[in-house]
């Protein structure tokens, strides 16, 4: 390897510079504060975790993205975690399942991927997150949802997001109805994905569907849009079995309490959007910053999460990319300047310089010559 080789980070691995890291310093401690004013308890999950541990739960879908090495210990093989909220709802579920009934967590770290999420991404990101258990009703998700958007008010107005909703529990449901089996579940949900309609409607063809059921699938792909949609779904879903209505009921009730709380915040709802659908139980939610595609931060409702861990309980949250966010910020026009002193031994000097620090200031040595 040659000398200018040796400097080279690996693909998809990043650092920041002086000027980045301190507005990422200060985001990070200006958004811990808010989510503790808010109630929310710090937590620090370990970087590393035994597998069968890490990959538990939520962790299930994250085998491809973690890396993995062995502990020289004990011999069983460990992960370096590729998302934080499995070990946050591990330490809720076991750790803290005598507090409160309603707990509200809040985390930040560093998290390892094998591979980048899309195009350009970080495979190193700092991940910044909030999550509540023990609450099963719409409000926890409208609170959710109202602290992601204030997070993201750091460096975002509410003028220039887009928050983006659906609900996993209509596709679910349908699927159920329909008799689906688990492979053409998962063949239809990918189609979803795409927005694929004639793929769509070749795979609903050759299930040999009731009209019905192929009729209320086949609307799925085109349930896009503003708060209309869910009036146009009600109309489709007419027929739907209760679990579908139900689901649908839920997502205009915290549709209806975002248009309150968050006003200025432009909404699309899709009833096909269905990231995380193999663990997420209800709600979906992501926000995009207008003009890009790339979704900013991201949640949803997880319920009976911590069963693996044995204490099973509903929960909601939401997670981003806290250099991500960073990146969005404009370069700092009010850092402090620094004064310089010249090095010496004189006590009242170097009083003086203490005292500066103390009020804020930033004070260099001019150290002498060699």
């Known amino acids: 390897?040659?000398?200018?080789?040796?400097?080279?980070?690996?693909?998809?691995?990043?650092?920041?510079?002086?000027?980045?890291?301190?507005?990422?310093?200060?985001?990070?401690?200006?958004?811990?504060?808010?989510?503790?004013?808010?109630?929310?308890?710090?937590?620090?999950?370990?970087?590393?975790?035994?597998?069968?541990?890490?990959?538990?739960?939520?962790?299930?879908?994250?085998?491809?993205?973690?890396?993995?090495?062995?502990?020289?210990?004990?011999?069983?093989?460990?992960?370096?975690?590729?998302?934080?909220?499995?070990?946050?709802?591990?330490?809720?579920?076991?750790?803290?399942?005598?507090?409160?009934?309603?707990?509200?967590?809040?985390?930040?770290?560093?998290?390892?991927?094998?591979?980048?999420?899309?195009?350009?991404?970080?495979?190193?990101?700092?991940?910044?997150?909030?999550?509540?258990?023990?609450?099963?009703?719409?409000?926890?998700?409208?609170?959710?949802?109202?602290?992601?958007?204030?997070?993201?008010?750091?460096?975002?107005?509410?003028?220039?997001?887009?928050?983006?909703?659906?609900?996993?529990g209509i596709y679910r449901g349908l699927a159920e109805d329909a008799g689906l089996t688990t492979e053409q579940e998962q063949a239809l949900f990918t189609a979803l994905q795409r927005k694929a309609l004639p793929e769509i409607e070749d795979l609903l063809r050759s299930y040999q569907l009731s009209d019905n059921c192929h009729t209320m699938l086949l609307s799925l792909a085109e349930l896009n849009g503003d708060v209309s949609v869910l009036a146009r779904a009600k109309e489709v879903f007419s027929d739907a079995p209760k679990s579908v209505k139900q689901a649908l009921a839920t997502l205009q009730t915290v549709a209806d309490m975002t248009a309150k709380r968050l006003p200025n915040i432009a909404m699309n709802f899709d009833l096909a959007e269905l990231r995380g659908y193999h663990y997420h139980t209800g709600i979906v939610f992501a926000a995009y910053q207008l003009g890009s595609a790339d979704a900013i931060a991201m949640g949803g409702r997880y319920d009976d999460i911590g069963a693996d861990f044995g204490h099973a309980q509903p929960a909601t949250g939401f997670s981003m990319d806290l250099k991500s966010l960073v990146s969005q910020m404009k370069a700092s026009s009010n850092q402090a300047q620094a004064e310089t002193v010249e090095w010496s031994d004189d006590e009242q000097q170097k009083q003086k310089v203490e005292q500066m620090r103390s009020q804020g200031k930033v004070v260099i040595y001019n150290l002498p010559t060699v």
Not at 55 to 72: A, C, R
Not at 151 to 168: Q, R, Y
């Open 1 to 168: 390897m040659s000398i200018t080789q040796r400097w080279l980070l690996p693909e998809g691995i990043d650092e920041l510079m002086p000027e980045q890291a301190a507005q990422l310093e200060s985001l990070r401690r200006q958004l811990i504060d808010k989510m503790q004013s808010w109630g929310y308890q710090l937590v620090f999950p370990p970087l590393v975790e035994y597998l069968d541990s890490l990959l538990t739960g939520t962790g299930k879908t994250l085998d491809l993205q973690t890396f993995k090495l062995t502990d020289q210990m004990s011999g069983r093989l460990m992960g370096i975690r590729a998302d934080m909220t499995p070990q946050v709802a591990r330490i809720a579920a076991h750790n803290l399942r005598d507090q409160q009934q309603v707990l509200r967590l809040c985390y930040i770290g560093n998290v390892l991927h094998t591979l980048p999420q899309g195009q350009g991404t970080s495979r190193n990101p700092i991940q910044l997150g909030a999550e509540i258990y023990g609450h099963a009703g719409p409000e926890s998700d409208m609170e959710i949802v109202k602290l992601m958007v204030e997070t993201l008010n750091a460096s975002i107005a509410d003028s220039d997001l887009l928050l983006d909703m659906g609900h996993v």
